[in-house]
Nanobody, 138 residues
Framework: QVHLVESGGGSVQAGGSLRLSCEVSGYFYSGNNYCVAWFRQVIGREREVVSAIYTGGTGATGYADSVKGRFIISQDNTKTTFYLSMNALKPEDTAMYYC????????????????????????????WGQGTQVTVSS
């Protein structure tokens, strides 16, 4: 069984920054490449994919238009901890943020590439964390 644990959420004023972390542990082989994505959701609204990274190759990344240029996704050398650095935060960034992993991903085309094409879906991910709340006040 695989576990994903998010941390780093909190309350900030507009224009501020936060860095979220996602630690992946459990029964999986980190030597295999996989897709990790950050999603966010506000109660009563659809879940939105924010960013994705494929652990193999060059670590190709993708971003939703709403966060492009403000958020950066990254991974550590062990490919088991992932970060979402969020800058220039806006009140509309307020949401519960989740990280998710797809260990069956076949490459960046199906991960960050899919996000850039608007085709990355939460249903592709089989492992999810519990979420961390981000609140941005104006």
């Amino acid at each position: 069984q695989v576990h994903l644990v998010e941390s780093g959420g909190g309350s900030v004023q507009a224009g501020g920054s936060l860095r979220l972390s996602c630690e992946v542990s459990g029964y999986f082989y980190s030597g295999n490449n996989y897709c990790v994505a950050w999603f966010r959701q506000v109660i009563g609204r659809e879940r939105e994919v924010v960013s994705a990274i494929y652990t193999g190759g060059t670590g190709a990344t993708g971003y939703a238009d709403s966060v492009k240029g403000r958020f950066i996704i990254s991974q550590d050398n062990t490919k088991t901890t992932f970060y979402l650095s969020m800058n220039a935060l806006k009140p509309e960034d307020t949401a519960m943020y989740y990280c998710a992993a797809d260990f069956a991903s076949h490459g960046s085309w199906y991960c960050s590439g899919a996000l850039r094409r608007g085709q990355l879906r939460g249903s592709s991910f089989d492992s999810w964390g519990q979420g961390t709340q981000v609140t941005v006040s104006s």
